[in-house]
């Protein structure tokens, strides 16, 4: 990189980290200063930070190459995001607010007993730890790619950072400083997008690449499933997205604390009901824009020399390392397949000529179109058995649509640009970790460790525990990050984890609030049986597997999680709760016994 780009990389991510710390001052002060930067955030500063803590470092990463390889099917899941926020803001956020209280669990308690608020945070603690590391695990990609640097390395290195200002400023640090990221990662993504459409060919312009797209079927963002077996096993159906997105946003926005701590900072109910209507109709542009660079790139690498898979260089060092003793005859499958690649994506550059030409006349559209995705297809088939050539050889199980997006920049963007770039990923990673950080020792503190003790714990012990919590969920998010890169397409997997456990979370919250006869127990136990129903279904259900176009898909696939948990609970709450009270009733009717 030049000299200009890593001053971008240091300097916009320092000034970001000074102006947060800065605002993080006061929160010495008081618990409520820490935890909830006072009460006393305005609508704008909330919505960024909600935007930023679910809009991370993997959304720009791993969803561009989610459009590179689907196109923009991804977006199904958020079409749901504005009705959930409807719903949020109607009821939610009034009952949070008016609480007062510094945890989403806290409210069970009130509604329950101390055993449901437990219960609720643990399963927060266990969810958001899961899915921690994945925030620092895509600035890592970025690292190992541009300089070369051990992925390890920059795990360390932003973890270090982002726990350090979170430590210091509390809630306040994470608000402010996610107002700056969000804007500097926004820029990145019109960035990246305007230089995929101008690094085209000079005749090929932006109508045409949308044609191009529209012909690879890029640009399908609806899909119905054609049948009953296809709704539950399908990611990316309109229905599983509905209804399955629906849910997973209830949940999310409603139940888990990295996000309820975003606007319990308000300082009215009006100003954190528009802190999240801003995000609901933002989030949805900001999301097809990413996808649609994707697949802008997708264009940008039909017309210019791509590799065989995108961590290709990765497998060709393997090869040629003579201390690795490598097989010969792998070297010599992967020459063939480069071989047959250059074949293939020189047909479909082609037959994306050929389409553009041919678009005056529909009948010779058609046919090109079809031509057209056979050459595409050719060109996957390849790339997969790429994939599977590098597996085999390194055992490295990293999904290699992560690595497309910091390919193009690296290659593409020009001086200045690219540090910019950069920086807009490693601020985006931060944000969303510093969130995370501060809503994990939230919780941590005041649902349990200050719930442990009979007598009022002193504000200042609560606050060295904080801080205390903040570094150990700071290391236990770096020590994850090593591992999540082999679970798959980590935007899948962070959204995989968290529809284990959102559905049941929302769904007791739910319970209270539509069933008065549900007291006591009745909460956790409702809870833990809505949370075994989806591990039902992940563990037994799904380890039978179907074939669907010819793969092997699961029964029942991750999104449909929240609603069989928030379902769950209600139906078993509910139950509980009436049986109960018929019971209360008979024994109440029953003439007592009589000893003779």
Same mark, same amino acid.
């Given at each position: 990189?030049?000299?200009? /780009?890593?001053?971008?990389?240091?300097?916009?991510?320092?000034?970001?980290?000074?102006?947060?710390?800065?605002?993080?001052?006061?929160?010495?002060?008081?618990?409520?200063?820490?935890?909830?930067?006072? *009460?006393?955030?305005?609508?704008?500063?909330?919505?960024?930070?909600?935007?930023?803590?679910?809009?991370?470092?993997?959304?720009?990463?791993?969803?561009?190459?989610?459009?590179?390889?689907?196109?923009?099917?991804?977006?199904?899941?958020?079409?749901?995001?504005?009705?959930?926020?409807?719903?949020?803001?109607?009821?939610? =956020?009034?009952? &949070?607010?008016?609480?007062?209280?510094?945890?989403?669990?806290?409210?069970?308690?009130?509604?329950?007993?101390?055993?449901?608020?437990?219960?609720?945070?643990?399963?927060?603690?266990?969810?958001?730890?899961?899915?921690?590391?994945?925030?620092?695990?895509?600035?890592?990609?970025?690292?190992?790619?541009?300089?070369?640097?051990?992925?390890?390395?920059?795990?360390?290195?932003?973890?270090?950072?982002?726990?350090?200002?979170?430590?210091?400023?509390?809630?306040?640090?994470?608000?402010?400083?996610?107002?700056?990221?969000?804007?500097?990662?926004?820029?990145?993504?019109?960035?990246?997008?305007? $230089?995929?459409?101008?690094?085209?060919?000079?005749?090929?312009?932006?109508?045409?690449?949308?044609?191009?797209?529209?012909?690879? *079927?890029?640009?399908?963002?609806?899909?119905?499933?054609?049948?009953?077996?296809?709704?539950?096993?399908?990611?990316?159906?309109?229905?599983?997205?509905?209804?399955?997105?629906?849910?997973?946003?209830?949940?999310?926005?409603?139940?888990?604390?990295?996000? =309820?701590?975003?606007?319990?900072?308000?300082?009215?109910?009006?100003?954190?009901?528009?802190?999240?209507?801003?995000?609901?109709?933002?989030?949805?542009?900001?999301?097809?824009?990413?996808?649609?660079?994707?697949?802008?790139?997708?264009?940008?690498?039909?017309?210019?020399?791509?590799?065989?898979? @995108?961590?290709?260089?990765?497998?060709?060092?393997?090869?040629?390392?003579?201390?690795?003793?490598?097989?010969?005859?792998?070297?010599?499958?992967?020459?063939?397949?480069?071989?047959?690649?250059?074949?293939?994506?020189?047909?479909?550059? /082609?037959?994306?000529?050929?389409?553009?030409?041919?678009?005056?006349?529909?009948?010779?559209?058609?046919?090109?179109?079809?031509?057209?995705?056979?050459?595409?297809?050719?060109?996957?088939?390849?790339?997969?058995?790429?994939?599977?050539?590098?597996?085999?050889?390194?055992?490295?199980?990293?999904?290699?649509?992560?690595? $497309? @997006?910091?390919?193009?920049?690296?290659?593409?963007?020009?001086?200045?640009?690219?540090?910019?770039?950069?920086?807009?990923? &490693?601020?985006?990673?931060?944000?969303?970790?510093?969130?995370?950080?501060?809503?994990?020792?939230?919780?941590?503190?005041?649902?349990?460790?200050?719930?442990?003790?009979?007598?009022?714990?002193?504000?200042?012990?609560?606050?060295?525990?904080?801080?205390?919590?903040?570094?150990?969920?700071?290391?236990?998010?770096?020590?994850?990050?090593?591992?999540?890169?082999?679970?798959?397409?980590?935007?899948?997997?962070?959204?995989?984890?968290?529809?284990?456990?959102?559905?049941?979370?929302?769904?007791?919250?739910?319970?209270?609030?539509?069933?008065?006869?549900?007291?006591?127990?009745?909460?956790?136990?409702?809870?833990?049986?809505?949370?075994?129903?989806?591990?039902?279904?992940?563990?037994?259900?799904?380890?039978?597997?179907?074939?669907?176009?010819?793969?092997?898909?699961?029964?029942?696939?991750?999104?449909?999680?929240?609603?069989?948990?928030?379902?769950?609970?209600?139906?078993?709450?509910?139950?509980?709760?009436?049986?109960?009270?018929?019971?209360?009733?008979?024994?109440?009717?029953?003439?007592?016994?009589?000893?003779?």
């Amino acid at each position: 990189m030049h000299v200009l /780009d890593w001053c971008l990389v240091v300097l916009i991510p320092a000034l970001v980290i000074f102006d947060g710390v800065r605002h993080g001052k006061g929160a010495q002060n008081s618990l409520e200063d820490y935890f909830l930067a006072g *009460r006393r955030v305005r609508w704008w500063a909330m919505g960024m930070s909600v935007m930023a803590t679910q809009a991370s470092a993997i959304t720009m990463i791993s969803i561009a190459g989610h459009g590179y390889e689907h196109g923009l099917r991804w977006l199904h899941i958020y079409l749901a995001l504005p009705f959930a926020m409807v719903l949020l803001c109607a009821t939610v =956020v009034p009952w &949070f607010l008016r609480a007062r209280v510094f945890t989403a669990y806290e409210y069970l308690e009130r509604r329950f007993d101390g055993t449901a608020r437990t219960l609720a945070s643990i399963l927060f603690l266990v969810s958001r730890g899961l899915a921690v590391g994945t925030s620092l695990y895509a600035p890592s990609v970025v690292l190992s790619v541009v300089v070369g640097l051990p992925q390890w390395i920059g795990i360390l290195l932003m973890g270090g950072l982002s726990s350090a200002y979170t430590v210091w400023g509390g809630n306040a640090a994470v608000i402010f400083t996610d107002v700056k990221q969000m804007a500097v990662m926004i820029v990145g993504i019109l960035v990246s997008l305007f $230089i995929a459409v101008q690094s085209l060919p000079a005749d090929v312009g932006f109508g045409d690449a949308m044609a191009l797209a529209g012909a690879f *079927r890029k640009l399908e963002a609806i899909h119905i499933a054609p049948n009953a077996e296809q709704v539950f096993a399908d990611k990316y159906n309109l229905l599983s997205a509905l209804l399955g997105g629906f849910f997973l946003f209830l949940g999310y926005f409603g139940a888990d604390q990295s996000q =309820v701590q975003r606007y319990l900072a308000g300082s009215s109910v009006n100003q954190s009901r528009i802190s999240l209507m801003v995000s609901a109709f933002a989030k949805v542009p900001m999301q097809f824009l990413i996808l649609l660079l994707g697949t802008m790139i997708y264009v940008h690498y039909t017309f210019a020399p791509a590799p065989v898979f @995108f961590r290709e260089d990765a497998l060709a060092q393997r090869l040629s390392d003579a201390a690795a003793a490598p097989d010969p005859a792998l070297a010599q499958e992967y020459s063939r397949l480069k071989d047959r690649h250059a074949l293939a994506s020189q047909e479909r550059r /082609d037959a994306a000529v050929a389409f553009l030409k041919a678009r005056d006349s529909e009948e010779e559209s058609s046919e090109a179109a079809r031509r057209l995705r056979e050459s595409g297809a050719r060109v996957a088939e390849v790339k997969g058995q790429g994939i599977e050539l590098y597996r085999r050889t390194t055992g490295d199980r990293k999904d290699d649509g992560d690595f $497309i @997006f910091p390919f193009f920049f690296v290659n593409e963007l020009p001086v200045g640009l690219l540090g910019l770039v950069i920086a807009a990923i &490693f601020v985006a990673a931060m944000s969303s970790l510093d969130a995370q950080l501060n809503s994990l020792a939230t919780s941590s503190v005041m649902d349990l460790y200050v719930r442990a003790f009979r007598q009022p714990v002193p504000p200042a012990r609560v606050l060295r525990m904080s801080r205390f919590a903040t570094v150990f969920w700071g290391a236990f998010a770096t020590a994850s990050a090593f591992f999540v890169g082999n679970l798959g397409p980590i935007i899948e997997v962070v959204n995989k984890i968290g529809s284990m456990f959102y559905g049941s979370l929302f769904g007791v919250f739910l319970l209270g609030w539509l069933c008065p006869r549900a007291r006591g127990s009745l909460g956790w136990i409702s809870l833990l049986c809505g949370f075994l129903c989806v591990m039902y279904v992940h563990f037994v259900v799904n380890a039978k597997e179907v074939i669907i176009d010819g793969r092997k898909c699961v029964r029942v696939e991750f999104l449909w999680y929240n609603l069989i948990g928030c379902l769950g609970v209600l139906l078993i709450g509910f139950a509980l709760a009436y049986a109960k009270d018929g019971l209360r009733l008979w024994r109440a009717r029953s003439p007592s016994r009589r000893e003779p």
